[in-house]
């Protein structure tokens, strides 16, 4: 949680287009659109290696300056190139200090689980989770206390624990965060017991049907002549 945020350098676009917008990458800037509701969208641009320090920085909210008068933004899309991967348009969404906001921030696991222990295989299914609070009190991450948790369990988002003041979590409390299951071939072995067991058991209902129905069916008399 933090309320000094990270300054992000921006430069105010006049001109827009496909045409301007791959001249902006090819001087590598990167364009972008400021949103917020009611008022009309601001086009500017990023240098392209001041949007990749941004990005790698612990901060969820960037503070900008336009008109000598300081705003806050936090990112809402981030579109890709499909070949190269690299970013070719930002989207940005305007925030107020004094408005709450709708956020995702990262998850990260604590401890080192039972079942991990035991021979299990982790896996993280959400790796971010929703919450509502200040722009003021975005934490960093949620940390999620795994040590605990057993081979074939499981937790979820209800099972994270946040002791801040104004913040909630939005995402639904049923979504899975983290698992632990027995290895694949562990998990191949007890399926083909539990085969063999209903085969067996199958074999069984049907011997003892054909036993059935030969104990039913009657003797047939010799005709003595």
Do not use: W
């Amino acid at each position: 949680m933090s309320s000094t945020y990270y300054n992000l350098a921006t430069t105010e676009r006049t001109k827009f287009g496909s045409k301007e917008s791959k001249n902006d990458r090819k001087s590598g800037l990167i364009p972008a659109v400021i949103y917020y509701s009611g008022e009309e969208n601001i086009h500017i641009s990023i240098d392209k290696s001041v949007l990749f320090r941004a990005i790698q920085s612990s901060q969820r909210i960037y503070q900008i300056e336009q008109n000598k008068e300081k705003r806050y933004v936090m990112i809402k899309d981030i579109q890709y190139h499909p070949v190269t991967d690299e970013i070719i348009h930002v989207d940005l969404m305007r925030v107020r200090r004094s408005e709450k906001m709708t956020i995702s921030v990262p998850i990260v696991l604590k401890g080192n689980p039972v079942g991990v222990r035991e021979g299990g295989v982790l896996s993280q299914s959400l790796n971010q989770v929703e919450i509502n609070c200040f722009p003021t009190d975005v934490p960093e991450n949620i940390e999620l206390d795994i040590e605990d948790l057993e081979l074939n369990a499981a937790k979820n988002v209800g099972d994270l624990n946040i002791n801040i003041k104004d913040v909630e979590i939005v995402s639904d409390s049923n979504l899975n965060i983290v698992s632990v299951t027995p290895p694949a071939s562990e998990a191949k072995e007890d399926e083909k017991t539990e085969t063999e067991i209903e085969t067996d058991k199958d074999k069984a209902e049907s011997k003892g049907d054909d036993d059935k129905e030969s104990s039913e069916k009657p003797e047939k008399n010799e005709d003595n002549n």
